[in-house]
Every structure is written in structure tokens, then in C-alpha cells.
């Protein structure tokens, strides 16, 4: 009974300290208050679940490059701050005079963020096809004002609707949502609209896009398996995460009359410069 005692005493006095440290790393990025905030809620949901209690599950408010953002417990809310905020995992690679942004995959709105902070001039179309991710991504979009549009569906090759498939992963990796077309019996799933590159540009008006990001969990090969002539001309840099080698090739076979500057950080794929090729035009 003892040892049970004093391995537990052991245990929290270890998350103490894992606590604390968290704070130290994470307050230059969320804010020392939004950093304590957010590690004595881990350390709650520690506490909760020795006593047998379940997590409280709510999103905790921190602040990111002075605004408010709300991430979720216990979900990869965490992760994709690390990655995007803390490793500036759309950035280390020079793109220029960007103006006009879409976010193909916004999850809850970091990404977005870090385009929003990196391209003051520049407004966002951010599109995601999860509604629990939706909901949270207008709340943490909505201090940018007119700058950002959030649209609840999904990148496809045409218009239409498309059923949500949580990750394959479990509940809490809300950043590995997937979609795919309807199917006869899908009526009890959850369903959103699909739309195509065209569409999306006429919603906000964009004759160009400066940079289009695209991180849809395997969606990429669904768009560039379709033709492409209508709206690849009027992009000017992507940014990719290629799923798979079917994605890639998809990919780069619909890239195979431009000319553009290929570089890869993290995991993802960057075509700059995106232009037809001179025999093409």
C-alpha cells in the first residue's frame, strides 16, 4: 500500500514538473497566462483521471501573436500549434506579394493564422469540411474581421457533396478528417458541400491565388486526377502535404506543363512561381 502511495506522490510530482515546464516553453508562443492556463488544465485532466473522473473536454483559451485561440485537450489541437506556431511550418521559405490566400484543409484556423500574421496585406478563404473543426475555426478567425471567410465544406474536383470520415486514427486526431463521395445508404453520416477551385474563387472574388494550401488527407488526389485548366493557370504558389505516392503523382502529372521552383520542408511540398510552360501558351 505504501509503494502504491509513494508511486503516486512520484507520478504527480513528475507532471508537476512536466507541467511547469510546459509553461516555460510554450508562454513566448501562447503567452505566459494562456501557457499556464493551458498546462493546468492537462495537469487537471491528469488529476481527473486518477480519481476515475473523465476529462471536462472544453477548448482553453490562450493567445497567439496577441489574439485569442482556443485549442482542445486531449486532441492534436496541440500538436498543429507546435508544428505551425513553434517550427513555423508553412515558413523558412521566401514567397512574395501575396495578397490572396486559400487554406484547403483549415482544421481550426493556425494555418490561417500564420498567413494572416506573415501576409498583412493578404485576405483568406479557409475551407474545412468538419463541422466541430469548422465551429472553432470561425471563433478563433473572427478577430482578423474582414480579412478571412471560413466556408464549412470541401475541396473536390466538382461541385456536389461529400460524406466526413473521422480519422482513421480515433476521435482525437481532428486533424486526419477525411471526406469522400457519396455513397447510396450515407444518409445517417455526416455530409457537406464539395466544391471545386472555380467555385471557390467566384465566392470571394479572386481572379488569382497567390497561394493556395492544400493539406486535405488524401482529397489531392481527387482534384488533380480531374482537369485542371481551369484554375491552375490562376495559381501562383502551392503548398502541399502529398498523402501518399498516388497523390504524388496525381499531383505532379497535372504540374507536368508548368515550369515552378520545387522545395520540400517538413512535410510539405512547395511549387513556387507556378507558370505554363512557354510552348504551352
Known amino acids: 500500500m505504501f509503494a502504491i502511495v509513494l508511486n503516486k506522490i512520484v507520478g504527480l510530482g513528475n507532471l508537476f514538473k512536466k507541467t511547469w515546464s510546459g509553461v516555460i516553453k510554450d508562454g513566448p508562443y501562447l503567452g505566459y497566462l494562456g501557457a499556464l492556463r493551458w498546462h493546468l488544465t492537462i495537469f487537471r485532466d491528469h488529476i481527473c483521471s486518477y480519481a476515475g473522473f473523465g476529462p471536462s473536454g472544453m477548448p ?18 496541440y500538436s498543429a500549434y507546435r508544428q505551425v506556431v513553434c517550427r513555423e511550418g508553412y515558413g523558412g521559405i521566401e514567397i512574395r506579394r501575396v495578397r490572396s490566400i486559400i487554406d484547403c484543409g483549415a482544421n481550426i484556423g493556425l494555418a490561417s493564422i500564420y498567413f494572416l500574421n506573415r501576409f498583412p496585406e493578404a485576405t483568406v478563404l479557409a475551407v474545412e469540411p468538419d463541422p466541430e473543426n ?17 466556408v464549412n465544406g470541401a475541396v473536390w474536383s466538382h461541385r456536389g457533396r461529400v460524406v466526413v470520415v473521422p480519422s482513421e486514427f480515433g476521435p482525437s486526431d481532428k486533424w486526419g478528417v477525411q471526406v469522400r463521395a457519396c ?23 479572386m481572379d488569382q491565388v497567390d497561394l493556395l494550401k492544400l493539406d486535405i488527407e488524401r482529397s489531392e488526389l481527387v482534384l488533380f486526377s480531374a482537369p485542371t485548366d481551369e484554375w491552375l ?28 521552383e520545387l522545395l520540400h520542408r ?15 501558351k
Open 60 to 77: 482553453v483559451r490562450v493567445r497567439i501573436w496577441g489574439k485569442p485561440v482556443w485549442l482542445r485537450p486531449g486532441t492534436s489541437d
Open 183 to 205: 455513397e447510396s445508404g450515407d444518409s445517417e453520416k455526416v455530409a457537406v458541400d464539395a466544391f471545386d477551385l472555380p467555385s471557390l474563387m467566384i465566392s470571394v472574388g
Open 233 to 260: 493557370p490562376r495559381v501562383r504558389n502551392v503548398i502541399i502535404e502529398l498523402h501518399d505516392k498516388d497523390c504524388s503523382d496525381a499531383f505532379f502529372s497535372a504540374l507536368e506543363r508548368y515550369e515552378f
Open 134 to 150: 469548422v465551429a472553432l475555426c470561425q471563433q478563433n478567425l473572427e478577430p482578423y474581421g474582414g480579412r478571412v471567410k471560413v
Open 266 to 280: 517538413g512535410g510539405n511540398t512547395y511549387c513556387l512561381g507556378l507558370r505554363e510552360l512557354s510552348h504551352q
